[in-house]
Nanobody
Framework: QVQLVESGGGLVQAGGSLRLSCAAS????????MGWFRQAPGKERVFVAA????????YYADSVKGRFTISRDNAKNTVYLQMNSLKPEDTAVYYC???????????????????WGQGTQVTVSS
């Protein structure tokens, strides 16, 4: 059974930084691309960033490009999202997700992901 557990969320002022972590278990972590998505109050869940199974390829939403960095440590079964220069519009619940198929590319399509964490709240004050 796959489990994804996010941590690292919190309250930060605009311009600040946070680092989210997502610890995975249940499948061979290094075989699966991982993604981060977010859902703001009253809005649909949207893509933030994704990383290939090897970590060699990354993909970002335009809204976070240049500010957020996704990375992974396959030895620790963990994926990270470093968030810098945070803005109030980054406020959301952030979810990590694991792709359905092994060795798949880092997709922005949430339907390509089979497993999801419970989410961690990020609040950016102005």
């Amino acid at each position: 059974q796959v489990q994804l557990v996010e941590s690292g969320g919190g309250l930060v002022q605009a311009g600040g930084s946070l680092r989210l972590s997502c610890a995975a278990s249940g499948r061979t972590f290094s075989s699966y691309a991982m993604g981060w998505f977010r859902q703001a109050p009253g809005k649909e869940r949207v893509f933030v960033a994704a990383i290939s199974w090897s970590g060699g390829n990354t993909y970002y939403a335009d809204s976070v490009k240049g500010r957020f960095t996704i990375s992974r440590d396959n030895a620790k079964n963990t994926v990270y999202l470093q968030m810098n220069s945070l803005k109030p519009e980054d406020t959301a619940v952030y979810y990590c997700a694991q792709r359905r198929n092994a060795l798949g590319y880092p997709s922005s399509d949430q339907y390509a992901y089979a497993y999801w964490g419970q989410g961690t709240q990020v609040t950016v004050s102005s």
